[in-house]
């Protein structure tokens, strides 16, 4: 286990409480009842609701694409199993997210031999963006680099990352999650989260230091 | 000199510290290919399924919920057993009874027409119709003839 919880971690995870995201359709509390009665339409929703943000979170994790599918299937069918069980104190959200990050390192730690990359494509839309061009442009030091090497450079530093260093960037750094849910999530104080992303983006910097002379 | 040289290394931080910001915006430009999306939610909804149908109760499940004293203490299972055992029996022979009616071959639709059923005395031995008297029921025994008749007695 790499939390501080002391639990093992692929076990249900304890419930916190975070503010549920405004979505499309009817909320998340409703679908959740629906879904621990039977409705497999229900939970089918919370599929298509969560699936994107879920498969973003393994893929930035592993920087494998077709573990990041693996993953992304296990952790909702667990999520499914272990949905009877779920008493609702938190958000549905929350729960997933931890069911996702201890499937993760989980995953990690078994097959910790064999670490291949292998990545999505850049969208087209990156051409359109302004920090794009920054980087691209002719005072950057990163200018004489492609986007693949860019890429692929700021995969690996990241899989040099520890498990917990790893998790606090991909939360707060990739998909946004404010530092007071991922210490409920991950079950740290918020000091603690503080301090290995500083470290974690320390050593992302020194990883890279060679591209930003 | 010595605050110059912070004041350096402070700007080269956050200059690296930028650009790692900017690097990692890029990230969210990665994204997957549409078709491998639909076909592993696709997998995961199979998975659940699956997961569902398995976790179906069956009808022995559905009575231990809804009954659990019966299979929490046998004894009144085997006494329940015995009282629907009993009811049964005495709906079964209630509904002989109701059942017996004439025998009859249906001829039309309104009418039912019976059998010539044999009259039971209270002997219980039954009447049967008298043969006529020139009826023969055996024929003469000839001359040379060497059968013989069980019980008939022959006078030499």
């Known amino acids: 286990m790499v939390f501080d919880t002391g639990r093992e971690s692929d076990t249900e995870p304890e419930e916190v409480d975070v503010p549920e995201e405004a979505n499309d359709g009817p909320p998340d509390d409703d679908l959740v009842l629906k879904a621990q009665q039977g409705d497999v339409h229900a939970f089918d929703q919370l599929v298509k609701r969560y699936h994107g943000k879920i498969y973003a979170l393994t893929y930035n994790m592993t920087s494998n694409r077709e573990d990041a599918e693996d993953l992304t299937q296990d952790i909702f069918v667990k999520a499914y199993q272990a949905l009877p069980r779920f008493k609702g104190k938190s958000s549905f959200y929350t729960w997933l997210y931890r069911i996702a990050v201890n499937k993760t390192i989980n995953y990690r730690k078994k097959r910790n031999r064999k670490r291949t990359m292998s990545l999505d494509q850049f969208d087209n839309e990156i051409k359109l963006d302004d920090i794009y061009h920054d980087l691209t442009s002719k005072g950057s030091p990163l200018r004489n680099l492609s986007l693949s090497e860019l890429q692929k450079k700021l995969n690996e530093a990241m899989q040099n990352l520890s498990d917990k260093h790893r998790t606090v960037v991909v939360l707060h750094d990739m998909q946004g999650v404010p530092h007071e849910d991922i210490a409920k999530m991950v079950g740290a104080s918020v000091g603690t989260i503080r301090s290995r992303l500083f470290y974690a983006r320390r050593q992302l910097q020194s990883e890279l230091a060679e591209f930003m002379k | ?156």
Not at chain 2, 27 to 35: L, N, S
Not at chain 2, 54 to 80: H, T
Not at chain 2, 103 to 130: C, H, L
């Open chain 2, 1 to 156: 000199m010595t605050d110059q040289v912070n004041h350096t290394d402070g700007g080269k931080r956050l200059c690296s510290e930028e650009l790692l910001d900017k690097l990692l915006h890029l990230k969210q430009y990665e994204v997957p290919e549409i078709a491998r999306m639909t076909r592993n939610r696709q997998n995961i909804m199979r998975e659940v399924r699956s997961a569902s149908r398995n976790q179906r109760k069956s009808f022995g499940d559905l009575i231990e919920g809804c009954f659990p004293w019966l299979f929490a203490e046998p004894k009144y299972g085997v006494a329940m057993l015995l009282v629907a055992f009993a009811g049964l029996q005495y709906l079964s022979v209630n509904a002989r009874h109701a059942a017996l009616s004439d025998t009859g071959i249906y001829t039309s639709p309104n009418r039912f027409a019976t059998y010539a059923q044999p009259a039971v005395t209270s002997t219980n031995a039954v009447q049967y119709d008298e043969i006529s008297p020139h009826l023969r029921l055996f024929r003469e025994r000839q001359k040379n003839e060497n059968v013989k008749w069980v019980n008939y007695l022959e006078k030499e």
